[in-house]
T-cell receptor
Framework: EAGVTQFPSHSVIEKGQTVTLRCDPISGHDNLYWYRRVMGKEIKFLLHFVKESKQDESGMPNNRFLAERTGGTYSTLKVQPAELEDSGVYFC????????????FGPGTRLTVL | AQSVTQPDIHITVSEGASLELRCNYSYGATPYLFWYVQSPGQGLQLLLKYFSGDTLVQGIKGFEAEFKRSQSSFNLRKPSVHWSDAAEYFCAVGARGYQKVTFGTGTKLQVIP
């Protein structure tokens, strides 16, 4: 069974540009999460989808970040326009339907904004 | 709000030595507790989790952790470290009834021969 995949693995962009990160969860997982780790800091929750609906987006930094999950399958996280402080590693995770179900993480996308 | 403290940023141990990584949490009730590991170039992998029941939890790769409510701690242990255990370890807490997870800042483990 394939795990959570993320694309790209690395992205280097200039301040003001737009970047879109993609996450493909494990097939059949209703829950999808985005997290971010800024260099040297903790991994912080960004948002949580249940199927195609946003369950909690309390961790989204500001309105430059837009997450979507079309059809309840893959998800995208767009940053527009990117700022220097957006640099970090963006992780995606997925889990099945129950609260106790394990969150399986992808390898992350390392975003560098110059 | 829940929070996690991992006081050790970096730990070095000799191969074959025992290991204990510290984790303290803050949460108003009994939380869900987790330990994840991230090896270089890999995603986070769940080592073990505590939801209820026996406070000593066994995980993968020979790791265990003990939930101590009185100390608000969930320390990770391994009796004999292998070179392949070199990685970054994250303690995390989740609120019961909800899947949002709060992570600590991580502890990097270096294993020397």
């Amino acid at each position: 069974e394939a795990g959570v995949t993320q694309f790209p693995s690395h992205s280097v962009i200039e301040k003001g540009q737009t970047v879109t990160l993609r996450c493909d969860p494990i097939s059949g997982h209703d829950n999808l999460y985005w997290y971010r780790r800024v260099m040297g800091k903790e991994i912080k929750f960004l948002l949580h989808f249940v199927k195609e609906s946003k369950q909690d987006e309390s961790g989204m930094p500001n309105n430059r970040f837009l997450a979507e999950r079309t059809g309840g399958t893959y998800s995208t996280l767009k940053v527009q326009p990117a700022e220097l402080e957006d640099s970090g590693v963006y992780f995606c995770a997925s889990s099945q339907g129950q609260v106790e179900d394990t969150q399986y993480f992808g390898p992350g996308t390392r975003l560098t904004v110059l | 709000a829940q929070s996690v403290t991992q006081p050790d940023i970096h730990i070095t141990v000799s191969e074959g030595a025992s290991l204990e990584l510290r984790c303290n949490y803050s949460y108003g009730a009994t939380p869900y507790l987790f330990w994840y590991v991230q090896s270089p170039g890999q995603g986070l992998q769940l080592l073990l989790k505590y939801f209820s029941g026996d406070t000593l939890v066994q995980g993968i790769k020979g790791f265990e952790a003990e939930f101590k409510r009185s100390q608000s701690s969930f320390n990770l242990r391994k009796p004999s470290v292998h070179w392949s255990d070199a990685a970054e370890y994250f303690c995390a807490v989740g609120a019961r009834g909800y899947q949002k997870v709060t992570f600590g800042t991580g502890t990097k483990l270096q294993v020397i021969p």
